[in-house]
């Protein structure tokens, strides 16, 4: 994709896994037509694979239609807990999971 329109390649966001949307703070601008304006969301896919949603498209230019970035977010549901990840150029890569119990074994203090 395209290092030249963003401030940083894949930064790390922690555990912000993007379904749907931009990380406008990190775009600098379309390196083709030198515009920086909204981006719009082309090619998207959603596909499920072995019981994992896959969530794939691309961050498209609004004026020049460049593409900038190609975006991935995946979802799974492992043990008991849901897991999610993301990886694009521009809104960076995250990983999370969260416990599907009312309360996540793995936050509770031992009891002795």
Do not use: W
């Not at 703070?25 to 304006?37: E, F, S, T, V």
Request: glycine share 6%; charged share 25%.
């Amino acid at each position: 994709m395209c290092g030249d329109c963003v401030e940083k390649e894949y930064p790390n966001r922690g555990n912000t896994c993007l379904e749907n949307g931009s990380f406008l703070l990190n775009y600098i601008g379309c390196a083709m037509c030198n515009k920086r304006d909204f981006m719009l969301i082309a090619n998207k896919s959603v596909k499920e694979e072995d019981g994992e949603e896959i969530v794939t498209y691309d961050h498209v230019c609004k004026n020049c239609h460049h593409i900038v970035a190609r975006h991935e977010y995946t979802f799974s549901v492992m043990d008991e807990y849901q897991e999610y990840t993301m990886l694009c150029l521009l809104c960076g890569k995250a990983e999370d999971s969260i416990s599907v119990l009312p309360d996540d074994p793995r936050q509770m203090a031992p009891l002795f």
